[in-house]
């Protein structure tokens, strides 16, 4: 009767209590047994009711009031005739290694919302007991969502310490999930990851949104040939906006030996320049108004700035074109050489850039998302040294 009470207590499927071994206030310690009469093979499938012998697996469970709990399971030795007397060891969905699946649950959810050492120092487990348990479901979530179909690709870098060893992130783009990180921000390290994927996953991506670095896009091309690369359009904004910096700090120069050496006021006004024009309240404008007026160089590259940022307030390819071409217009005039960088870069990337209306306006958001998650994982953790664990948490995170 005690046992049955117990069994029903203890509240996992299958599983009845042989007896209880300690019941002391600081821990308890109970013998169970699978009821499972014929324990599939694990080889052939086939059930079996030949016990070859009993050995004792110790199992640590959830604690009860504070109390930890340790399961002796009775775990069987069985003898396959099928394949030939092999012997093989019963398995139970209620264990997972030396914890109970809902143990193993139940760390995991800690580890996530707390650190690993905290979900270790709560449920009175090893560091590395909890960190195996949080990269064993981590491995499992991967490889469930690398199954499932990718239509658009993010493609993102992030570093594993403050600027030091970068990894590649790569982001279900439909559902924001993490499917990977890879060691290193290069070719090979996303070439590899394409070609683990399989020819059929890689003919399901539809888009690939990656930032400019050449080691992308020849992975790319090599291996999603077929998909339509887009280049994000936080960081293309940031190599257009480059020009306006550049033109910026010339005209701001004062000849040498003034002091100050810049003129303070085009200084002054350097985060209000980057501003989007349609952000602006009257008050700036009429202070950017008297700045152009005294600097037509900084009207000219602000104004061209802005049509680039038409490229992508354009509602399709065509609008994105006329903006271009007034951009054209302003660089012709020769006011803002310095613009010249930006012009080549758009020149090797224009592709990339203006298939951005045409792949669906896609954006690396939901990668920058998961980027700032990461940063604040990495500052809870103080920094990872190593990558199978970032990439668990990262994983986890989304
Ligand atoms: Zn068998």
Redesign the pocket.
Same mark, same amino acid.
């Given at each position: 009767m005690a046992r049955d009470v117990m069994s029903v207590r203890l509240g996992l499927p299958q599983i009845r209590v042989v007896g209880v071994v300690v019941d002391a206030p600081e821990r308890l310690v109970v013998r169970v047994a699978s009821t499972v009469r014929r324990p599939k @093979?694990p080889?052939?499938g086939?059930p079996s009711s030949r016990r070859h012998d009993r050995r004792d697996n110790k199992v640590r469970d959830l604690e009860v009031s504070g109390r930890p709990v340790t399961l002796v399971w009775e775990r069987r030795r069985m003898v396959?005739d099928? @394949?030939g007397g092999?012997r093989f060891c019963e398995d139970h969905p209620a264990f997972e290694g030396r914890h109970t699946a809902r143990l193993a649950r139940r760390v995991v959810a800690d580890a996530q919302a707390m650190t690993v050492n905290a979900a270790a120092c709560g449920h009175r487990l090893g560091w590395d007991a909890v960190n195996s348990l949080v990269v064993a479901w981590a491995g499992l979530v991967a490889r469930h969502r690398r199954r499932r179909r990718c239509r658009v690709l993010l493609v993102d870098e992030t570093s594993i310490r403050k600027r030091h060893r970068y990894v590649t992130v790569l982001v279900n783009g439909d559902t924001g999930e993490v499917l990977a990180m890879v060691p290193h921000p290069n070719a090979q390290a996303l070439s590899g990851f394409l070609a683990s994927q399989g020819h059929k996953w890689c003919k399901g991506v539809k888009v690939v949104v990656s930032d400019g670095s050449a080691a992308y896009k020849t992975a790319i091309e090599q291996r999603l040939g077929h998909a339509r690369h887009v280049l994000d359009r936080f960081h293309v904004i940031r190599w257009f906006a480059a020009g306006l910096t550049a033109v910026r700090r010339d005209v701001q120069r004062r000849p040498e030996g003034e002091k100050p050496r810049f003129d303070p006021e085009v200084f002054r006004a350097r985060f209000l320049l980057m501003r989007r024009p349609d952000t602006l309240d009257d008050a700036e404008r009429a202070r950017l108004d008297s700045l152009f007026a005294a600097h037509p160089r900084l009207k000219a590259a602000w104004d061209a700035l802005g049509e680039l940022h038409g490229l992508y307030l354009a509602k399709d390819r065509k609008g994105a074109l006329a903006a271009l071409d007034r951009f054209a217009d302003i660089y012709r005039t020769g006011l803002i050489p310095e613009f010249s960088d930006v012009v080549d870069t758009f020149l090797a990337w224009h592709e990339q850039i203006l298939g951005w209306h045409r792949a669906g306006r896609p954006s690396n958001g939901r990668i920058d998302r998961t980027n700032n998650l990461l940063q604040v994982l990495r500052r809870k953790a103080h920094g990872f040294t190593n990558y199978t664990n970032f990439e668990a948490r990262g994983i986890l995170l989304t």
């Amino acid at each position: 009767m005690a046992r049955d009470v117990m069994s029903v207590r203890l509240g996992l499927p299958q599983i009845r209590v042989v007896g209880v071994v300690v019941d002391a206030p600081e821990r308890l310690v109970v013998r169970v047994a699978s009821t499972v009469r014929r324990p599939k @093979c694990p080889h052939c499938g086939m059930p079996s009711s030949r016990r070859h012998d009993r050995r004792d697996n110790k199992v640590r469970d959830l604690e009860v009031s504070g109390r930890p709990v340790t399961l002796v399971w009775e775990r069987r030795r069985m003898v396959c005739d099928p @394949c030939g007397g092999r012997r093989f060891c019963e398995d139970h969905p209620a264990f997972e290694g030396r914890h109970t699946a809902r143990l193993a649950r139940r760390v995991v959810a800690d580890a996530q919302a707390m650190t690993v050492n905290a979900a270790a120092c709560g449920h009175r487990l090893g560091w590395d007991a909890v960190n195996s348990l949080v990269v064993a479901w981590a491995g499992l979530v991967a490889r469930h969502r690398r199954r499932r179909r990718c239509r658009v690709l993010l493609v993102d870098e992030t570093s594993i310490r403050k600027r030091h060893r970068y990894v590649t992130v790569l982001v279900n783009g439909d559902t924001g999930e993490v499917l990977a990180m890879v060691p290193h921000p290069n070719a090979q390290a996303l070439s590899g990851f394409l070609a683990s994927q399989g020819h059929k996953w890689c003919k399901g991506v539809k888009v690939v949104v990656s930032d400019g670095s050449a080691a992308y896009k020849t992975a790319i091309e090599q291996r999603l040939g077929h998909a339509r690369h887009v280049l994000d359009r936080f960081h293309v904004i940031r190599w257009f906006a480059a020009g306006l910096t550049a033109v910026r700090r010339d005209v701001q120069r004062r000849p040498e030996g003034e002091k100050p050496r810049f003129d303070p006021e085009v200084f002054r006004a350097r985060f209000l320049l980057m501003r989007r024009p349609d952000t602006l309240d009257d008050a700036e404008r009429a202070r950017l108004d008297s700045l152009f007026a005294a600097h037509p160089r900084l009207k000219a590259a602000w104004d061209a700035l802005g049509e680039l940022h038409g490229l992508y307030l354009a509602k399709d390819r065509k609008g994105a074109l006329a903006a271009l071409d007034r951009f054209a217009d302003i660089y012709r005039t020769g006011l803002i050489p310095e613009f010249s960088d930006v012009v080549d870069t758009f020149l090797a990337w224009h592709e990339q850039i203006l298939g951005w209306h045409r792949a669906g306006r896609p954006s690396n958001g939901r990668i920058d998302r998961t980027n700032n998650l990461l940063q604040v994982l990495r500052r809870k953790a103080h920094g990872f040294t190593n990558y199978t664990n970032f990439e668990a948490r990262g994983i986890l995170l989304t």
